[in-house]
């Protein structure tokens, strides 16, 4: 991983209930997301929806080679452009 990368997220621990989290990774799973890459995904679609502005990742800062291009049935965060 370059050192950008590694450099551009912050790591915290996340104590959850495991049938919840096996939940989401089945989740992740389906649709071809690591994990870690899909609760990003939930958490940016939340803070949208609910009005929240967050500042849009850096082209590359996401897990390498990972489509974070919503799928079939998702609501996409709006543009802040």
């Known amino acids: 991983m370059p050192l950008a990368m ?5 790591s915290f621990l996340l104590r959850v209930d495991p ?8 989740w992740a799973n ?3 997301r690591s ?6 995904f939930l958490l940016r679609r939340a803070l949208a929806q609910a009005g929240r502005t ?3 990742p ?4 996401g897990d390498p080679g990972e489509d974070v291009t919503p799928r079939a049935g998702e ?3 709006p543009d802040d452009a």
């Not at 049938?19 to 089945?26: E, F, N």
């Not at 994990?35 to 990003?40: A, K, Q």
């Open 58 to 61: 850096a082209p590359g800062a």
């Open 30 to 32: 389906d649709d071809l």
């Open 54 to 56: 967050v500042t849009p």
């Open 6 to 10: 590694a450099l551009s997220r912050k």
């Open 75 to 77: 609501t996409p965060p």
């Open 35 to 40: 994990l870690n890459g899909h609760i990003e």
């Open 19 to 26: 049938a919840l989290l096996d939940a989401v990774q089945r």
